[in-house]
């Protein structure tokens, strides 16, 4: 069973900067894409970035693109968001994910959230 623990959210002044932590277990995850999502309150759930576990390929969101960096270090089975310049509206739940290769572009793995909260 594949589990996802996320750590490192908190309140940070705006400018500010946090690093996310996620720690995987329960499987081999060499061809998983590992991602990050945040949901404000009152908004749906947003994709922020994703890092392929073997090849490193990154995406982002555009809200986000150069002032996030996701990241994994393979032998620890962690991905890491590195959040800088933070701005208030980044201010929400962020949950780590999992996708398998072959999962049609579902995540069906998901951390319990941390809650990042960005003041002006």
């Known amino acids: 069973q594949v589990q996802l623990v996320e750590s490192g959210g908190g309140l940070v002044q705006a400018g500010g900067s946090l690093r996310l932590s996620c720690a995987a277990s329960?499987?081999?995850?060499?061809?998983?894409?590992m991602g990050w999502f945040r949901q404000a309150p009152g908004k749906e759930r947003e994709f922020v970035a994703s890092?392929?576990?073997?090849?490193?390929?990154?995406r982002y969101a555009d809200s986000v693109k150069g002032r996030f960096t996701v990241s994994k270090d393979n032998a620890k089975n962690t991905e890491y968001l590195q959040m800088n310049r933070l701005k208030p509206e980044d201010t929400a739940v962020y949950y780590c994910?999992?996708?398998?290769?072959?999962?049609?572009?579902?995540?069906?793995?998901w951390g319990q959230g941390t809650q990042v909260t960005v003041s002006s």
């Open positions: 994910a999992a996708r398998p290769p072959n999962s049609g572009g579902a995540w069906p793995y």
């Open positions: 329960g499987r081999t995850f060499s061809l998983y894409t």
């Open positions: 890092i392929h576990w073997s090849a490193g390929s990154t």
